[in-house]
């Protein structure tokens, strides 16, 4: 059974940080491109950042420069540490897990982030 559990949202102050993660069981994260999305109150859900299996990363123009993916393969974890936060920012965060060639895609519950003074 596959499960992606995140963790690490919360309320914080514009200007603040917050690291999310999104633990993997089930599979081998670092065989998958793994990514952050977002989705706010009334809003798609968006992609905030994506590592690929090879380690490339990607990200949408709005987090640029203040977000950074990384993985941790030991502990098959994906990481999305999170800088100079923006009330914008806020929304619910969900990790995903996608394979395309096996037709695997993914997705945790979701955490949410608050950016609020």
């Known amino acids: 059974q596959v499960q992606l559990v995140e963790s690490g949202g919360g309320l914080v102050q514009p200007g603040g940080s917050l690291r999310l993660s999104c633990a993997a069981s089930g599979i081998m994260s670092n065989m998958y491109a793994m990514g952050w999305y977002r989705q706010a109150p009334g809003k798609q859900r968006e992609l905030v950042a994506v590592i690929n299996s090879g380690g490339s990363t990607n990200y949408a123009d709005s987090v640029k420069g203040r977000f950074t993916i990384f993985r941790d393969n030991a502990k098959n974890t994906v990481y999305l540490q999170m800088n100079s936060l923006k009330p914008d920012d806020t929304a619910d965060y969900y990790c995903?897990?996608?394979?395309?060639?096996?037709?695997?895609?993914?997705w945790g519950q979701g955490t949410q982030v608050t950016v609020s003074s």
């Open positions: 995903n897990a996608r394979w395309v060639l096996v037709g695997h895609n993914y």
